[in-house]
């Protein structure tokens, strides 16, 4: 039994071999099938492409054909083509050479106008470099200048703000002031009658021989920072109320004209009134004769503020101010060019000049401007838009060694940037001038309509012959003046 089962054990390969052998022909076969079936197609696609390649070598031989009797019509065109251009070019030939001749003559008589040129080039060129040098320089100087200009805007921003932070300071202490002021009213009352008749025997002291250690006025004795005592062994006090109005303005008209403003006008109604009025002016002005005209001629305006007037006497004096330069450039808002702005001693006296000095400029443009406030020199917005006085501008010029000149004065709005009237000049520059006379420019504004409240003063000079230093326009005795007919 034994025996059969390891004989069925070793048979058991063997068919398994055989089966193997078997598949594996059969596989074979199918391949060789499947690639005898691939042979055949490919073949008849090589004589497919075969008879394709034959059509197109046809069709390419075909197009050759046509293409040689293209070219060789285009070789036959191109000949008859040569033929004319060489024709042609002969003819061009010959029409260069006769410009090649004309051209050679040209060529002579400009290499004769190139090296004159050339030579004014060159001579140009020198010119440019000393030029160059010459702004290479003064560019320097105006950056000097600009960083001179910054650092002074910024120390007038610093002005401003600490202007600012007084101002709000002041009032502080101002609203302070009232407050304590309301406090003490009723209390400063009875202390206000009381100084005012030490005040009034103050003043009868003053102009009716008392000794000067008894003659001076104290400050306001109503004040509530001021001690209200009054000053001993005085004599017994002088009333000047039942004075008539008449002899109370001959004694107030030999008070200075600021203590009237200041001090005397705040005593009483009575007083106010009287200083307010033109008696006591009128009475100040005959002891001084210009004081006395203007006063005359202020009658003629509308409303006008006696007080005002006879304290800033704003009518017939210079405006400008430092207009010689006897204080160098206060005042002034100055833009140097050149070696800038100098102040010098006259070569030539200037009759009514306030000093003997003047402004001298270098060989560039040098600019000089001045604002004037009409309102903070006396005058008054009813003035100057009803009645509108003559407005006077004067400015005397010269030079020792040629220069040019002009001014602009200009009258302004309250905005101060809107021109309601202006005048401009700009004379014929001098060449030399060995004496350094003086030459005068004037200009009066009349009639020029309502809202003038400044007056923009603007002039300018340069050296003519561009010498380092000083040598330009010399400017002094700049004059704005108000004047009443």
């Given amino acids: ?20 052998q078997q598949e594996s022909k059969q596989q074979l076969l199918e391949q060789q099938q499947e690639s005898r079936e691939q042979l055949e197609l490919r073949e008849r696609q090589l004589m497919e492409r075969e008879r394709q390649l034959l059509e197109q070598q046809q069709e390419s031989r075909e197009q050759l054909e046509l293409r ?11 000949l008859e083509q040569q033929q004319e251009s060489r024709e042609q070019l002969e003819l061009r030939e010959q029409q260069l050479m006769e410009q090649e001749g004309q051209l050679l003559e040209q060529q002579q008589e400009s290499r004769e106008q190139l090296e004159l040129r050339e030579r004014q080039l060159m001579e140009r060129e020198r010119q440019l470099l000393a030029q160059q040098q010459e702004s ?19 120390q007038l921003e610093r002005q401003l703000q600490q202007q ?25 009352w009875e202390q206000q009658q009381e100084s005012r ?49 008449e002899l109370l303005a001959q004694i107030l008209s030999w008070v200075p004209g600021r203590a009237l403003v200041t001090r005397c006008r705040l005593v009483c109604r009575r007083w106010r009134d009287l200083i307010d009025g033109p008696t006591v002016w009128r009475l100040q002005g005959e002891r001084r004769p210009g004081l006395g005209a203007i006063l005359a001629a202020a009658r003629l305006c509308p409303s006008p503020q006696w007080s005002r007037i006879g304290l800033l006497e704003p009518f ?39 000093a003997q000095t003047c402004f001298v400029s270098s060989y560039h443009w040098c ?58 000049a700009s004379p014929d520059g001098l060449q030399q001038s060995n004496d350094s006379q003086y030459h005068q420019v004037s200009y009066r504004f009349r009639q020029y ?32 003046m108000v004047k009443l007919n």
């Avoid at 207009?323 to 010098?344: A, I, L, R, T």
Wanted: glycine letters at 6%.
């Fill in 136 to 154: 290479r320089r003064q560019l320097m100087e105006r950056e000097r200048q600009l960083m001179q200009q910054q650092e002074s805007r910024r």
């Fill in 164 to 188: 600012e932070r007084r101002r709000q300071l002041e009032r502080q202490f101002e609203q302070q002031q009232e407050s304590r002021w309301q406090l003490k009213r009723q209390r400063l």
């Fill in 197 to 245: 008749r030490q005040l009034e025997r103050q003043v009868g002291l003053l102009f009716f021989g008392a000794r000067p250690e008894r003659a001076r006025l104290s400050a306001l004795p109503f004040s509530p920072d001021r001690p209200q005592s009054a000053p001993p062994s005085l004599p017994a006090p002088l009333d000047l109320n039942p004075l008539p109005d």
């Fill in 316 to 354: 017939g004096r210079n405006l400008v101010r430092n207009p010689c330069g006897q204080d160098q450039f206060s005042h002034w808002q100055v833009e140097h060019g050149g070696d800038g702005w100098k102040v010098e001693e006259n070569r030539c006296p200037v009759e009514g000049a306030p």
């Fill in 367 to 424: 600019v000089k401007s001045q604002l004037i406030d009409l309102l903070e020199e006396g005058l008054w917005e009813e003035l100057l838009d009803t009645y509108q006085p003559e407005i006077y501008i004067s400015d005397w010029w010269g030079t020792r060694c040629g220069c040019e000149y002009s001014i602009c004065v200009k009258l302004l709005a309250a905005n101060r940037s809107t021109v309601i009237a202006e005048f401009q």
């Fill in 449 to 480: 309509g309502r809202g003038v409240r400044y007056v923009h003063f603007l002039h300018r000079g340069k050296d003519t012959h561009f010498r380092l230093g000083r040598y330009g326009a010399q400017i002094t005795n700049s004059t704005v």
């Fill in 1 to 20: 039994m034994q025996q059969q089962e390891s004989k069925q054990q070793l048979m058991d390969p063997e068919r398994q071999l055989l089966e193997q």
């Fill in 68 to 78: 040689e009797r293209q070219l060789m019509d285009r070789e036959r065109q191109l």
